[in-house]
Structure formats: structure tokens, C-alpha cells
């Protein structure tokens, strides 16, 4: 349970340094974000070794204070932060580009009103 949230911990921190121009932003997100399909199932073995642990009568770890439930709140947590992280990027990138489009239009229609006229 140590090793999958250390792992989970090195992937938060990896998001949390995300900086740079945005596109370099972007590619280290979706970077980030294809680490996450393997989390999930490192989470499942994680599940399946809690479940013999218990069906085994075996009621204290001496290795981790983390339950499965904690470790999958944690891990949704990181999904959460990633989507949020994509949607922020966004969100600038739009705002980044609107002005010179919003420009762009407004050439294109001068010009062919003027055309027009």
C-alpha cells in the first residue's frame, strides 16, 4: 500500500510543478495523465491483497496506516486535480488566442464591408 502511494504522491507532486508556456503545460499534463490507467490498476492488486488480508482474519498491518478507501479517495483526487489542471490550460489558451481572432474577424468583416461599398 506504501509503494502505490508513494508512487500516487510522486505523480501529485509531478502535477503540482506543472509550469511554462502552455503547450508546454499541456504535453507534461497529458504526460501525467497516462500514468493514471496504471495507477488504477495498481489500485485493483492493492484491493485484491486487502481482500485476502481480511478474509484471512488478518485485522492489523504493520506496513501502512492507508486503507484501500483511503488510497482510492487519494488517487481520485489526483484525477480531479488533473482535470482541473486541462481545464485551467484551456480556459487560457482561450483567452490567450480569443483577442487575435476577435481582431481577425473584425478585419475580414471591414474588408468586406468596404468591398461592398
Not at 14 to 40: K, N
Not at 54 to 76: G, P, R, W
Not at 96 to 105: C, I, W
Amino acid at each position: 500500500m506504501d509503494g502505490f502511494r508513494e508512487r500516487l504522491r510522486a505523480v501529485s507532486l509531478e502535477l503540482s510543478a506543472v509550469e511554462g508556456p502552455l503547450e508546454e503545460q499541456q504535453h507534461q499534463i497529458e504526460s501525467i495523465q497516462t500514468r493514471i490507467p496504471a495507477l488504477s490498476e495498481a489500485l485493483e492488486d492493492v484491493e485484491a491483497a486487502e481482500a485476502e488480508c481480511v478474509s484471512a482474519k488478518v485485522e492489523e498491518n504493520d506496513y501502512t496506516v492507508f486503507t484501500c478507501q483511503d488510497l482510492e479517495f487519494e488517487l481520485e483526487l489526483v484525477v480531479q486535480s488533473i482535470a482541473k489542471k486541462i481545464s485551467f490550460i484551456d480556459n487560457q489558451a482561450y483567452i490567450y488566442f480569443l483577442p487575435s481572432a476577435v481582431l481577425f474577424l473584425i478585419e475580414v468583416v471591414t474588408d468586406r464591408v468596404a468591398q461592398h461599398e
